[in-house]
């Protein structure tokens, strides 16, 4: 049973418009997510988190949106670079932080951004 | 600061053998866990150490087995391998279970 699922495997968009990356998750006990960048070769790096008691977090480009009765949460970067090229993985735990301890990922979302 | 390490970065085995991998963590970090990526599965958990000693543990069969170091430095251990346990082996640190976590670049490991 996949807790969180991240149902685009991958998404293209063009350089300087938005992208969106969908994630939504049904365990209700999960109280704290996360999201991380990967470039091939390369481990996961932390990109932006948000805890259950926002609904919106935003640093620099990237905002994360929390809607907590849908179970579902949302990723927008704006502008889109060439850089953002990459996969995003959608995490969630249900403890605040991001430990591992009960933290689950998605199977991840291939972002190409085209010129 | 330097980052995590994991060596090697690449293996190749056999089926039947055993494999160990290493992880060092950012220094002062004092917990270490351990991840399997494959495409079809994604990112999933392995077991997490912390201060030797094994706090939690992800869904994989004994093959799978970890241990810690008092230098905080871990290792992976699969025994007997399977044509499955082709992956990314992942390792991350953190200071503790409330922040988040520092992922190395991987061991990549295929078995034939």
């Known amino acids: 049973d996949q807790q969180v699922k991240q149902n685009s495997p991958s998404l293209s968009v063009q350089e300087g418009r938005i992208s969106i990356l969908n994630c939504d998750y049904t365990n209700s006990m999960f109280d704290y997510f996360l999201w991380y960048k990967k470039y091939p070769a390369e481990g996961p790096t932390f990109l932006i988190s948000?805890?259950?008691?926002?609904d919106k977090n935003e640093d620099g480009r990237f905002t994360v949106f929390l809607n907590k009765s849908a179970k579902h949460l949302s990723l927008h970067i704006v502008p889109s670079q060439p850089g953002d090229s990459a996969v995003y993985f959608c995490a969630a735990s249900p403890y605040s932080g991001g430990g591992a301890d009960g933290l689950t990922f998605g199977k991840g979302t291939h972002l190409i951004i085209q010129p | 600061k330097a980052g995590v390490t994991q060596t090697p970065r690449y293996l190749i085995k056999t089926r039947g053998q055993q494999v160990t991998l290493s992880c060092s963590p950012i220094?002062?970090?004092?917990?270490v866990s351990w991840y399997q990526q494959t495409p079809g599965q994604g990112l999933q958990f392995l077991f997490e150490?912390?201060?030797?000693?094994?706090?939690n543990k992800g869904n994989f069969p004994g093959r799978f087995s970890g241990r810690q170091f008092s230098n905080s430095r871990s290792e992976m251990n699969v025994s007997t391998l399977e044509l499955g346990d082709s992956a990314l082996y992942l390792c991350?640190?953190?200071?503790?279970?409330?922040?988040?976590?520092?992922f190395g670049p991987g061991t990549r490991l295929t078995v034939l």
């Open positions: 150490y912390f201060s030797e000693t094994q706090r």
């Open positions: 991350a640190s953190n200071r503790d279970s409330y922040n988040e976590q520092f």
């Open positions: 220094s002062g970090h004092r917990s």
């Open positions: 948000i805890s259950s008691i926002k």
